[in-house]
């Protein structure tokens, strides 16, 4: 039976990027050696971070004074790496749920934390609007999707103060504006690459200017000035990011890639908004184009388990919401087809049936 990926992350990553490392695993670039058993500063090695870098900046548009880094110690690292960097005294961080705040948390080990909003009190259900930004802030970060709730920033925001981007689960979703940022993160493990390397995209005058002595490791400088390869990069993570940025590529780029996207999360919205067992969780303007939140309807509550098991026997994995928000959660990264969403509504569209 057909599996249909839905894991939040580690997640679905296209077939070719799967393919091509098992193969450089096997046969690394004609060398007879796995890539996993090459230098890293072998010249073969070199070509793939160089064209990595390369291709994340063609498909995002990336203005010459970014620079891109391949980093170990996931998205986690960065809620630390962001204020070290960037803060003088004073941070501005929006609370849109817990992987914000935890960035949130990290912030105040290094100067005042202004939370300028929350939707905590609401279980995160939604994106906190209509706030004010402290004008002597350093910087304000946002988490542009929220992968446990299945809200999301769909848009890049105006502000006036150099703004830093969580994108872990929806890099390469949607084009995006990099110019409005100063820094983009995330983890690569849910629409790029399996789990260990994180990305940052960062603007290079932002930086050196909190007058604070940085650990050589912790400081980006470091590694702008020696092209992600200050110590050993995660290698195979780096390589399997660039089998997915050429299939990105070969997709028809960003903007194609937002177009499957939104066809896919409306296909399944219209499904839980039409289907009477079952409610969307997120507030309808902010819901996320990556991670669809749903529960039973209030009636229909004690099918929770049965519908899980229903589905899964459908071939339907990783659907079970985040424990926090209960109920689904189906992830519709940009590497899930059509056709699972569809399988995924057959499944609902059957089950309502039954009851
Ligand atoms: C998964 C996730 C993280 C954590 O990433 P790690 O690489 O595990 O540290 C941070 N932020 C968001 C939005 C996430 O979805």
Redesign the pocket.
Known sequence: MKKHNFYA?PSILPDSTIKNTADAVLNFAGTGLSVMEVSHRGKEFVAVMDEAQALFKELLNIPDDYEVLFLGG????QFCMVPYNLMKKKAAYLNT?A?AA?ALKEAKFFGDVVEVASSKEANYNYIPKGYELPSDADYFHI?T???IYGTEIKEDLDVNIPLVA?M??DIFSRPIDVSKYALIY??A??NLAP?GV?FVIVKKDILGKTGRDIPTMLDYRTHIDKGSMFNTPPVLPVFAALQTLKWLKEQGGIPAMQKKNEEKAALLYDEIDRNKLFKGTAAQEDRSLMNICFVMNDEFAELEKEFLDFATERGMIGIKGHRSVGGFRASTYNALPYESVKALVETMQEFEKKH
């Open positions: 992350g996931g998205a986690s690292t749920g992987w935890k988490t999707n929220n992968t969580d872990s689960s995330g983890g493990q849910k789990a994180a």
